[in-house]
């Protein structure tokens, strides 16, 4: 029986590709691993794939009474309805600890850096498993992606030692190059629909018993979005809605500016004052070096609705 290796809905880079990474190292070790997606893949992440000669993996959106290996993603929220009905084998992740539970013991690597796909340099490394060619282009990549090309204030040594070891496995050697060709194709909006661009980098959260989505589009110039926020802004209202969330928020993250305008739709929009020391005006604030969600945006938002 294969083991199938995903990461969170709404998947990103990193979630893809190291799914891919994690399941050929699985592959190495004589275990029968298929990494699979939950939903389509985003236009940066097809780039990436295509750059490598990687097909894009199966969509599965149950799992139960199959055996798992997660990435990117430890909350119940991010995964399938059924994934409680799914044996969980292992995690690898670079966020807090979810509320995942098991039954069993299970291979879990969490680490505080700003990549999966650092943390999987780390297993090959460990299991003295040789990174094929293509497989390290897509982890560099990933990197990338997820540091924002080192700039995030996630980025760690670690992440940079990675992406150089990997660089040089995949013959990459201009990767601020890399890095903006990637972006410009995540920036590309073009004849996209309004709720693929909501979704495109989107997760739901559980805060003090509140359900709480946040999402992120990450451009070279902002001004990019100039004819379309206000139909985001209206998106995340009917996303709001529709889930039954206490609120939506939107990054729109510059990433040569550093910094993010924040759609806000809330019950509480007071909160946003007491996580960023910002008021909204007319439902969006900007948020001067704020370009991680996982670390700038997750953790104050957390803390505001818990006090």
Not at 162 to 172: F, K, T
């Amino acid at each position: 029986m294969s083991i199938y290796v995903f990461g969170h809905k709404s998947p990103d880079s990193d979630a893809v590709c190291s799914a891919i990474a994690l399941a050929n190292l699985k592959r190495q070790q004589g275990v029968d691993a298929t990494p699979v997606s939950q939903e389509k893949i985003n236009p940066e992440t097809t780039f990436i794939l295509n750059r490598y000669g990687f097909s894009a993996p199966e969509v599965m959106s149950s799992f139960a009474g199959k055996q798992i290996i997660l990435v990117d993603f430890s909350d119940l929220s991010q995964g399938p309805e059924d994934l409680t009905k799914a044996e969980i084998l292992g995690i690898v992740d670079h966020h807090k600890l979810g509320d995942v539970t098991t039954p069993n013991p299970l291979e879990c690597w969490i680490w505080p850096v700003g990549c999966s796909s650092t943390v999987l340099k780390s297993m090959y490394d460990f299991y003295g498993v040789p990174i094929p060619k293509n497989i390290a282009g897509i982890m560099l990549c990933s990197i990338l992606s997820d540091t924002v090309i080192f700039k995030s204030p996630t980025c760690t040594e670690q992440d940079q030692k990675a992406a150089a070891a990997l660089a040089g496995i995949a013959g990459e050697t201009d990767l601020q190059a890399l890095g903006m060709e990637m972006f410009k194709v995540k920036s590309a909006i073009v004849g996209t629909p309004i709720r693929e661009l909501v979704m495109r980098d989107y997760k739901d959260f559980n805060m003090s018993g509140r359900k709480i989505g946040i999402g992120q589009l990450e451009v070279v110039d902002l001004s990019i979005l100039n004819d379309v926020k206000a139909e985001l802004a209206a998106d995340i209202k009917v996303l709001k809605a529709e889930g039954n969330r206490h609120s939506v928020f939107l990054l729109l993250t510059d990433i040569i500016k550093e910094g993010s305008q924040l759609l806000v739709v809330s019950d509480e929009p007071e909160v946003v004052q007491k996580a960023f020391g910002a008021v909204p005006q007319n439902g969006e604030v900007w948020l001067p070096g704020v370009m991680s969600r996982k670390k700038q945006v997750v953790p104050p938002l957390e803390k505001a609705f818990a006090a």
